[in-house]
């Protein structure tokens, strides 16, 4: 409890203020979780000294604050900051600083950066400024103001989310707290300098600084403040033309080092039609004064939405003609996410982190949008099943978390931000559009969001816009909640019978859960399920759809004009985030049928195929019959749904040579026509889907089934790159880049420690960030026992970015010298990891040195080592039981699984 010293009530009685003993001041202790109430941040002024080529920063943060209640204190956070001054001053109503009163910072708890401004005496409630000066370091693991190096020049940028703003400087670290942001930066005479908003003076000294100041920003939390300094390269972008929801041009920049502004251009180029896109689902201009897109040279994230200065991967963003076809549909897909953010997170933003989602699932939601309506041929409409799909694996845990799960510490905010978060919550927008239609939910959200334009909003505020818009009542509310509110994924059982003369289907709802698991399948959710459904001898375009709101454990549903031979998909268009399952009789009746579905429909079959396996309902002659069937396709996302399954019944369940030989004479007999028929090359007007296609299947060919024929193709096609050039470095732009992490990958394998050896030199004087990726993969890949712990250890040194250090380590656990080594290796080295990596990616950590564990030992290893740690290493707690917990489901389903039934 906090006590008033005795000099205090002097001064207040000599004071004469009419407060009461009770009243005079909060009797609290350090806040680990929300700050208080009573008191809340109105605007900052940040004023930054930054010279790239230092250690270290200085700069001032002033802050204007209103005191609710007297107080002789305040919580703030602040990490890793050294505080020179600290003062405090009541404001009148011009906003006149008055009477400056010296105040005293500390840290009250280091570990969750929380901070205590002691006034050393009690002030009346008020509107006052806070004036706090400090110094640090740059930030050494992608935190806060960090330091980053590129082709030897140092460079400084930000990242803030999501809790990271209290290492750049003392605030309120909160999404809640929505402020303008007035920046000022004094940099190196020739440095370029960038933030959020627009340069409005600049003025030279003659120590050969130059001070920059910025245009006050739109209220915004603490996590979107970004700025960077550096030898950028600054390259105009094309205007941003007015639309009927904006009335004037923004302009559009690409901020990249020295050197790579040419490789902005495609990014620049896309960028106007976003935007355009984005105005007129939301029915709401451009929100900021301008609109830069930041390559960076190291970078924690994949992208982050800062208003007007979103920063990206510099692979992302540094694209030209040669890159492979992958970033670039991933650096489209990108920019349409973080650009969506400006409207939901930036406009409007949650005011804690347990409704995250409405960031991060509206973007994945609504980048979907944008790229299927400017590059169909990208297939978005399938990539959503896709993801849905993969967050359903994840949803099946016992130890998974629930899309608004509640944030008690630090290290549940660094945990939110996972597929459940994105790829679920993504996959439940999706389905109730379906269910309120496209036109209506389009309606509620943009009346959410000019509702709560540059303000906060909970995920209770969206769903009750959704429902008046709708004028849908307390069910929908319900079944919205009901897939927001609890873990897991709902598995509907359905069988197809005659009931008063009525085809009738009947349903019933349980959680999914594979076998071994030791969860509850006790749930039940409001779930929207559509049927389709058909005749044997009709035509696809003959088929009905019947919809219906499932609320009770289990129904009928009756479908209309159907007979008892009918098929039916209890999913139509895949649209629903569930899983569901048939009766014997109508599994076959779907399997014959399964070739006519839409693209959609086959996604929604193949995780049905893979869900009933992992569920123990089918063997694995069951699976092999199905990805027949299902290579058959000509789209690619069918044709290889179900390689990830075979992958694992090669690597788990196969047992003898016989089994092992069976899936790859079945891969090959799918696969290697095709691919054949592909060639290696890239060729002059091919769509890109085909180079996604021969790189997929590449991969699995070569890398997981090992095929001989593809393995000396492969390598062969090395010899082009390996053989260095006049300027002694590696011909890598000799080969297709698409291609080039596999080519390499085979060859470092095939030949050994001196492939390694060029491969590490070359890393270390390579800068385009492609190719560096393809260098990574092919090191980790690494696969003879003393060569591997060469190719690991070049994972924690300075020749491989903090930000890049798993792409190493996740190729050495999936194709190179494998798990078991890859683990023995981090439990030595665990201590150089983490002093790189820092606090902010522990959560990633026993997935990327333990995931793919099947056996008790695997599973032990995990416990004995992160459950020891799970206070030291923030975020690791739910991680580390989720790897766990799938090291004990593989090895249950290896025991459940006859092996033998691959040869059937």
């Not at 009573?38 to 943060?61: A, E, I, M, N």
């Not at 014997?584 to 070739?595: G, I």
Request: charged share 20%; glycine share 6%.
């Amino acid at each position: 409890m906090r006590t008033i010293p005795r000099f205090i009530l002097t001064a207040l009685a000599m004071s004469c203020l009419p407060l009461t003993a009770h009243a005079l001041t909060p009797e609290d202790s350090a806040p680990l979780g929300k700050l208080p109430d009573w008191v809340q941040p109105l605007s900052y002024h940040l004023d930054f000294r930054v010279d790239p080529s230092k250690q270290d920063y200085t700069g001032t943060s002033l802050i204007d604050i209103e005191l609710k209640q007297p107080a002789d204190h305040i919580w703030l956070h602040g990490e890793e900051l050294t505080v020179t001054q600290a003062q405090v001053a009541a404001v009148d109503q011009k906003t006149t600083p008055a009477k400056t009163i010296k105040a005293k910072y500390a840290i009250a708890a280091e570990k969750e950066g929380v901070a205590v401004l002691n006034f050393g005496q009690i002030l009346p409630a008020g509107h006052y400024q806070v004036k706090l000066s400090f110094k640090t370091k740059f930030n050494q693991q992608l935190q806060g103001v960090y330091k980053v190096s590129f082709q030897g020049q140092p460079y400084v940028m930000t990242q803030m989310e999501a809790i990271s703003a209290r290492y750049g400087f003392p605030g309120f670290d909160e999404p809640r707290f929505k402020t303008p942001f007035e920046l000022t930066l004094t940099v190196p005479k020739d440095l370029v300098a960038v933030a959020n908003t627009q340069q409005v003076s600049e003025q030279k000294t003659k120590d050969g600084w130059r001070t920059v100041k910025f245009a006050p920003t739109k209220p915004l939390p603490t996590y979107l403040v970004a700025f960077a300094v550096g030898p950028w390269d600054v390259t105009k972008g094309p205007d941003i033309a007015p639309t009927a929801w904006r009335d004037h041009v923004t302009p559009l920049r690409g901020i990249s080092p020295h050197g790579t502004g040419p490789k902005m251009q495609h990014a620049l180029s896309e960028t106007p039609a976003i935007v355009h896109t984005l105005e007129e689902y939301f029915g709401f201009g451009y929100p900021f004064d301008k609109l830069d897109i930041l390559g960076a040279p190291d970078f924690a994230a994949g992208a982050m939405e800062n208003p007007g200065l979103v920063t990206f991967r510099d692979y992302y963003m540094l694209l030209d003609k040669d890159s492979p076809v992958s970033l670039v549909q991933t650096s489209f897909n990108v920019n349409a996410h973080e650009i969506s953010h400006q409207w939901f997170g930036d406009t409007v933003t949650m005011p804690w982190w347990d409704d995250i989602w409405l960031n991060e699932a509206f973007a994945t939601w609504m980048q979907k949008k944008v790229t299927q309506k400017l590059h169909p041929e990208y297939r978005a409409d399938l990539e959503v099943i896709e993801g849905a799909n993969g967050a359903m694996q994840s949803d099946s845990l016992v130890s998974v978390r629930r899309i608004r799960q509640p944030i008690i510490n630090n290290g549940d905010i660094d945990s939110a931000f996972d597929g459940i978060t994105y790829q679920k919550g993504a996959a439940v927008l999706n389905m109730f559009e379906r269910y309120l239609g496209a036109d209506t939910f389009r309606k509620g959200i943009q009346a959410h969001v000019q509702q709560h334009q540059f303000g906060n909003a909970t995920a209770d505020d969206l769903i009750a816009t959704l429902a008046k818009t709708s004028g849908q009542g307390e069910h929908f509310v319900k079944a919205m909640q009901s897939f927001l509110d609890q873990p897991g994924v709902p598995l509907v059982e359905t069988s197809l019978s005659s009931k008063d003369g009525k085809t009738v289907l009947h349903v019933k709802q349980q959680r999914y859960l594979p076998y071994g698991s030791t969860g509850s399948v006790k749930q039940q959710w409001g779930i929207p399920v559509c049927v389709r459904y058909g005749e044997p001898s009709a035509a696809l375009a003959d088929s009905k759809v019947q919809c219906e709101l499932l609320e009770q454990p289990e129904g009928d549903i009756v479908l209309k004009g159907a007979t008892a031979s009918s098929w039916y998909i209890p999913n139509a268009d895949a649209a629903g985030y569930y899983r569901f399952s048939l009766s014997n009789h109508d599994w076959a009746r779907l399997n014959a049928q399964v070739t006519t579905l839409s693209d959609a429909e086959q996604l929604a079959y193949a995780d049905a195929i893979d869900s009933a396996f992992q569920h123990g309902d089918i063997d694995a002659s069951a699976v092999l019959i199905a990805a027949k069937q299902l290579a058959t396709s000509k789209t690619r996302e069918v044709a290889t749904a179900l390689i990830p399954t075979l992958v694992w019944l090669n690597k788990y369940l196969a047992k003898t040579p016989a089994e092992h030989a069976q899936i790859t004479a079945v891969a090959r007999d799918l696969y290697l026509a095709r691919l054949q028929a592909l060639g290696y090359e890239r060729h002059d007007g091919e769509s890109e889907d085909v180079g996604l296609l021969r790189a997929t299947l590449t991969d699995f060919l070569a890398l997981d089934i090992k095929l001989p024929e593809v393995r000396s193709a492969l390598l062969a096609q090395s010899e082009k790159t390996l053989k260095p050039n006049a300027k002694g470095t590696l011909n890598l732009q000799a080969v297709n880049a698409e291609l080039l992490g596999d080519i390499l990958s085979v060859a470092v394998q095939e030949q050994g420690r001196k492939v390694l050896d060029q491969l590490i030199q070359e890393l270390g004087r390579n800068g385009d960030p492609a190719q560096r990726l393809s260098l990574l993969a092919a090191i980790g890949a690494t696969s003879q026992k003393a060569d591997a712990e060469v190719a690991r250890n070049v994972a924690i040194d300075e020749r491989v970015k903090v930000g890049e250090m798993r792409y190493l380590l996740n190729s050495s656990r999936l194709y190179g010298e494998g798990r078991a080594a890859t683990w023995d290796w981090f439990v030595r080295n665990h201590d150089k990891v983490l002093k790189r990596t820092g606090s902010h990616t522990s959560g990633r950590i026993p997935g990327l040195v333990g995931g793919n564990g099947c056996s008790q030992e695997d599973a032990d290893q995990l416990t004995a080592f992160f459950e020891p740690r799970v206070k030291e290493l923030v975020g690791t707690e739910r991680s580390f039981k989720q790897t766990r917990e799938n090291a004990l489901l593989c090895k249950a389903l290896v025991d459940k699984q006859p092996s033998a039934a691959i040869l059937k």
